[in-house]
């Protein structure tokens, strides 16, 4: 078996998601962790939080190249020095003892509410008579349902989603929107993503969960239907550019959950709520994360 490189990166915590996108969009990333913390006598007593780690299969010559090019990019977008973190890198090559098994014991069933569940699908579960549970295998796509952006729109999809409506799932990632509106009652669901890498993988976790849903390679400014409800859980700015795109596909008084938007960062999406005349009809928050629900009126 070859060996694999596991970089450590330092970064402030909130950028967790975008940074490992990063490396999933952009080199052979086989897993990340987010963070680990250890306990005794049930108190944590170190974490590596603000320490991403990123699993590589091969090192890649133009690392830095890359990561430059995308730290410059997220500073022109109004991301600062203090908001991105250092980005000090240290690499080590290790010698494959299957770490891919060694991450999964990480990771373990996620009470999204007391209705919604997510399973590693590694794991066995019982559930319980009236859970809606998803099976999950993450693979190279975003969504693992463990991440505040995901679940704030996991929380709109059970508040606001009604038997027999149409949802679109843009961005979709892992599949694990599409699949649990599927599961709470939706009567067709299509999702779209634009990296090609993830969409085998929403196939795949669709097939575990034995539900019917439409996956493409794809756009929201080229989807050509419209849908009673519409999720979107995408960076803030590209929310903003996006937004009259977001509302061309949502029904005349459909409905849309908006995430992956920074509480610090809520500025950009308003406005571009604003523009495109968007109600909004409820604000929920999880940490540092805020989400929309809006209305087209």
Not at 26 to 38: K, W
Not at 85 to 108: A, L, M, P, V
Not at 266 to 289: F, P
Request: aromatic share 8%; net charge negative.
């Amino acid at each position: 078996m070859n060996n694999y490189f596991e970089l450590k990166i330092n970064i402030n915590p909130e950028m967790e998601d975008i940074v490992s996108d990063i490396f999933f969009t952009n080199f052979d990333c086989e897993g990340v962790v987010l963070e680990e913390q250890a306990y005794k006598d049930l108190e944590m007593i170190s974490t590596t939080k603000g320490i991403l780690k990123v699993f590589l299969t091969t090192y890649p010559n133009n690392l830095n190249e890359i990561l430059s090019t995308e730290r410059e990019l997220l500073k022109n977008r109004g991301y600062s020095d203090e908001e991105l973190g250092s980005w000090e890198i240290t690499i080590d090559e290790k010698e494959n003892e299957d770490w891919s098994k060694k991450w999964k014991e990480k990771w373990t069933v996620t009470h999204v509410t007391d209705k919604i569940a997510v399973i590693p699908s590694w794991l066995k579960y019982e559930k319980d008579e009236n859970e809606v549970t998803i099976t999950l295998d993450p693979g190279c796509a975003f969504g693992t349902g463990t991440h505040q952006t995901t679940q704030l729109c996991m929380k709109a999809l059970e508040k606001y989603l009604k038997v027999g409506d149409s949802l679109a799932d843009i961005g979709t990632g892992s599949g694990i929107l599409s699949i649990l509106g599927k599961k709470l009652g939706a009567s067709e669901v299509y999702g779209c993503d634009n990296d090609e890498t993830v969409i085998d993988v929403c196939k795949e976790n669709a097939k575990i969960n034995d539900v019917e849903i439409q996956f493409e390679l794809n756009t929201a400014d080229k989807i050509n239907k419209t849908f009673d409800f519409v999720c979107a859980n995408i960076l803030h700015f590209v929310l903003a550019e996006i937004m009259g795109d977001l509302k061309n596909i949502m029904k005349p008084n459909g409905l849309m959950s908006l995430s992956g938007i920074l509480f610090d960062k809520k500025d950009m999406v308003l406005k571009a709520i604003d523009r495109e005349k968007l109600e909004i009809v409820d604000i929920i928050e999880q940490d540092q994360w805020i989400s929309y629900v809006v209305k087209k009126v």
